[in-house]
């Protein structure tokens, strides 16, 4: 439940019931008309303590929920949980506070009206609306008022369930975590990069993975845009190994690509990033696996979690280079588009085709450029994942 706040229910002091009635006989009356009952939520998997009353002619009752203490200012969706029993009134009127107007003389609350059907929802969390809410500017900011006002003949019944306010922006000190691609659970939660170093003169990244051709590295197909992550031994050493996706995310491509063999990408919609030019920002990135076989675990459109497993680690289809997994970073839209992009192709087969001129000021110039577009494009992955883990 982190980064959500919540007022699960009547014993929080978050929840506060006040009566509106003139004699202490009518408000000991209305407190007697409670009913306390519990409800399984089925979404986060944990029973509430829920209480009902009948709707009421005449306002007499009303149930506040505040935003608990320590919210930041931000938009938020704010959310009331409706069980299945007891909630058959279609008109529960809710408002929900926003903004305090201070201009006058007396604060004054603004405030949203929001009228729900209780008795077409059952166990759900149905959302009230969303609100930019600044609590600096007093205790009334996001609290949702819930009324017993319904002239409804006879009178139905009205839950007063719990209430949530969910951040739609990330919570200032929350950072968002990337994991390495590979490993173990053990390794891939250790800081990063784990284990040794070095295995000879490649980089480890995490247990005894290491990476054979880093980012930049210049070989058969140009400047390397990632990783390509090894274990020690033959080529069949990593065959079939799991591969997981390095944080939370949606997929953006899955399927065959190619001499790619099968291939994932998956869109982060932030991450704390250095540009080449050494500034920082957070900003939505793409992680891209390439190289899987075809058991490949993720569809296009589906969301997943860091640590989820996404495949396997199988062969490029035209079988040169031996098992492993090509991994990299994206900061740009090019992989939303061009799953499959590869910097400067035609240019790198006709630069192996002058490779005997090396030297040549077109043949240098060229390389120039391939290794340009794959900075423009593309991120050490090394260095994200130890800035982001
Ligand atoms: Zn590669």
Redesign the pocket.
Known sequence: MTGVYYVIGPEDRNFVITYHAEDSTRIEYLKSQWRRFRCYDPALAQTYEILSRPTNPNLEVTVDRYLPAGAPAGPYRVEVFVPAKHATSKRVIFTITHHINYSTAAAQEEYSYVMVDMSELSDVWHPLGEFYLDPALGREIGKVRQYDLSLEEPPAEAAYGPVRWLPLFPLPGTRIRFDAPVGTPEEREAPFPTGRVMFGKFPIWVGKWYDA?PFLSWYTYGY?T?A?LNLPGNSEADRGKEVYSIGDGTVTFAGRAGSWGNLVVIAHPEAKVTLPDGTQRRQPIFSRY?HLDKRVLVRLGQRVKRGQPIGYIGLAANALTGSHL?FDICYTNLLAKRPAHWPNLDVIRALHWYSARRESRAYINAQLRIRQEVVDNYLDPFTFLKENH
């Open positions: 051709n390397h990632g390509d390439g090509h």
